[in-house]
């Protein structure tokens, strides 16, 4: 099997060495995986003109060509599929089963999105006059950026690449500095099928400021993309006004997971599972605040303790992982605080609350508390790991309150059985994407995004490419 790990920036179709380099380590292991190229602000903005030279041809090739070129991509990213899931495996941590669904879901987007290039559609308006005839037209918005974080190295990128490619865009792309690997390797694959020097550019690099700077103020740039935490966002969307750029945030969540009363509990428990400790738990849109009804409280937690002491908990290339290590350090110190400040403040730990030292210093328990209250830090901040913070609530309109009490609104969960519950609850809970009955709800044709201060826009989906394109009405006149 073919070895995928570059370690300089793509910039231009070309490997751009760089004396200032970042180690990249396995978070199972500690062991140093490469040393990668370290880019700084001049770096970007050679990126960022490379770009810009790349948008006329580009942009000038029938949408058919376009998305030809993706699907050769896609079929690279297939034929790869292994060796781009041991690379996760290595430099992410999560399963290499896991790192290989990543790569498919990854590589579903690419796919999706050359089929769209071919099914973007303008519109001819009504006439208005006898001596005119209006029409609206979408366009390419011009050369892109995205920031993208470390817990989906793959998905999160072809989430943003693949939409401005189709529309006949450039992008730059900023990796994050602890899994850059997956998003070098791919952009190997796109340069081995044709996808033109210029069109695709990476740039690693540990210090995020300086490069993230460029990526939002530099004037050639006309859309930026991130993900990651309302406070950073908050940051890049002030700097992004200062050309006023076109922008789309997939920020920070506190997913509710909702179970009432007349949920099929064992159904509950196992979609929970799916959803709460994917990545161990390191997902944006993870479950967070678990939200149980009186009624079925203790049958719920019972079931639930039983299906979490099943859980195996290794290094990604064992066999039958559920879940691996966290990501770094900060993030086990995260958890551990949640879960003391939760215990200090009246939960009860029924399962787990340490690390696996047998295992590793990243490696943490699977761990279920309850008693839990809405005054704990545990049910305002998101978690990132797999902890399950279980609270309770008397009825309905209880349940609704304490799942829309949160500044965010990326995803939530309910899990009911009565049809008038699920319309009444749907309706009223805040959050861009719910799952009911259902833990998994990421797919390409899905509209991925959140209300309030969970972001702005939408990726996948045919709302996806509309992100990355401009709309532009059109008036002919001198008909009369």
């Not at 376009?66 to 599929?81: C, I, P, V």
């Not at 049910?379 to 309905?396: L, Y």
């Amino acid at each position: 099997m073919r070895s995928l790990t570059k370690s300089n920036a793509f910039i231009d179709g070309h490997w751009v060495p760089v004396d200032q380099r970042f180690e990249v380590t396995n978070p199972a292991t500690g062991e140093v995986l490469a040393e990668v190229a370290d880019a700084d602000a001049a770096l970007a903005e050679r990126a960022v003109e490379a770009a810009h030279r790349a948008l006329p041809g580009w942009r000038d090739r029938t949408p058919q060509e376009r998305s030809e070129l993706l699907l050769k991509w896609f079929d690279s990213m297939q034929a790869n599929k292994q060796a781009l899931a041991e690379l996760m495996c290595a430099e992410q941590g999560k399963p290499v089963a896991e790192a290989a669904a990543e790569i498919e879901y990854g590589a579903s987007f690419v796919r999706w999105f050359a089929g769209e290039a071919e099914r973007s559609y303008g519109d001819v308006l009504p006439r208005q006059s006898d001596d005119k005839r209006v029409w609206i037209s979408k366009q390419p918005v011009g050369v892109c950026s995205a920031i993208t974080p470390w817990n989906f190295p793959n998905a999160m990128i072809t989430r943003k690449v693949a939409p401005a490619l189709a529309a006949g865009c450039t992008i730059v792309v900023k990796p994050p500095h602890l899994t850059p690997l997956s998003a070098l390797a791919i952009a190997q694959l796109a340069s081995e099928v044709g996808i033109p020097d210029g069109v695709l550019n990476i740039v690693p690099s540990y210090e995020a400021k300086h490069v993230g700077k460029v990526l939002t103020e530099h004037p050639l740039i006309r859309k930026f993309s991130f993900t990651g935490s309302t406070a950073v966002g908050k940051k890049l969307m002030e700097q992004c006004a200062s050309n006023v750029k076109k922008v789309s945030f997939e920020l920070g969540g506190n997913a509710p997971f909702i179970v009432f009363d007349d949920a099929d509990l064992d159904l509950a428990v196992e979609q929970l599972l799916i959803c709460k400790f994917r990545n161990a738990g390191q997902t944006c849109i993870s479950a967070n605040r678990i939200l149980v009804q009186e009624k079925v409280l203790d049958s719920f937690v019972n079931k639930l303790k039983s299906a979490m002491e099943q859980l195996k908990v290794d290094r990604g290339t064992a066999d039958e992982v559920d879940y691996g290590p966290l990501i770094d350090q900060d993030a086990i110190d995260k958890v551990q605080r949640l879960v003391n400040d939760a215990k200090d403040n009246g939960a009860e730990c029924l399962l787990g609350g340490n690390v696996l030292d047998e295992l590793g210093e990243l490696f943490y328990a699977p761990t279920l508390l309850t008693e839990v209250t809405s005054t704990m830090d545990i049910a305002s901040e998101e978690i990132f790991g797999p902890v399950v913070a279980i609270q309770s609530f008397s009825d309905e309109e209880e349940g609704i309150r304490k799942a829309n009490d949160t500044p965010f609104g990326l995803a939530g969960y309910f899990c009911a059985q009565d049809y008038r519950r699920i319309d009444r609850v749907s309706n009223a809970l805040e959050c861009g994407m719910l799952g009911i009955n259902a833990g998994a709800i990421s797919h390409a044709y899905n509209a991925f995004g959140g209300v309030k201060q969970s972001g702005i826009g939408r990726e996948g989906s045919r709302y996806g490419l509309a992100e990355y394109q401009e709309t532009k009405t059109l008036t002919l006149g001198g008909f009369a």
